[in-house]
């Protein structure tokens, strides 16, 4: 209240300063300046990690479709959810509304098999087989690098492009699996 009713701004000043140095003298700190070791950096990973992390997949708007035996079957875009319901928390793949089915055939997009590492060329006994397979759709050669959740229907995978470093998740459906010939 004092400090307003003063009308001479040096002694506006010198209260300011005051109170800081107050304020300031409570909390002063020593600082440590002797020189602590440095933990040795961990060499990084020649591998992705096992478990990737959920905002490191990009989301494109395109169904990817493979054929096996005269049958087409339709993978379809996953993203990350968080399943805050549950305790603790889940992370599960799910597709936009606006992405459960194609709106046309431009939103399709075939997958090429590579010639010597393609889907063609793994057995479909379960979804674990196709791990390492390698393909490409359009310019984006892409590998099957692991599996994100296996549900009743479908398995989610995550297909990674070393080359621009992208992740993409995708559900492909256990149908694939289960009319391979016998």
């Known amino acids: 209240m004092l400090f307003f009713h003063m ?20 909390r002063q700190t020593l600082l440590n300046l002797t020189p602590t070791s440095v933990p040795a950096a961990k060499p990084k990973p020649s591998s992705p990690p096992e478990e990737p992390v959920a905002g490191n997949f990009y989301l494109f708007g395109f169904f990817i479709t493979v054929t ?29 509304i606006d992405r459960c089915l194609p ?17 063609a060329r793994w057995p479909r006994n379960t979804p674990y087989d196709w791990l390492g397979a390698e393909g490409a759709i359009g310019d984006m050669k892409l590998v099957f690098e692991g599996i994100l959740q296996m549900g009743k229907n479908e398995v989610v995978y995550s297909l990674f492009d070393a080359q621009r470093g992208i992740r993409i998740a995708y559900g492909f459906p256990l149908r ?5 010939p016998s």
Do not use: C, H
Not at 11 to 18: F, T, W
Not at 106 to 119: A, F, I, P, S, Y
């Open 7 to 26: 009308s001479n701004p040096t002694e506006k000043l010198s209260v300011i300063l005051q109170w800081f140095r107050n304020l300031t003298k409570e």
């Open 68 to 96: 096996f035996d005269g049958v087409e079957y339709m993978a379809t875009p996953k993203q990350a959810i968080r399943d805050a319901g549950k305790s603790p928390p889940v992370l599960v793949w799910g597709t936009r």
């Open 103 to 119: 709106k046309d055939d431009k939103d399709k997009v075939r997958w090429t098999d590579d010639l010597t590492n393609g889907l």
């Open 176 to 180: 694939i699996f289960a009319s391979k």
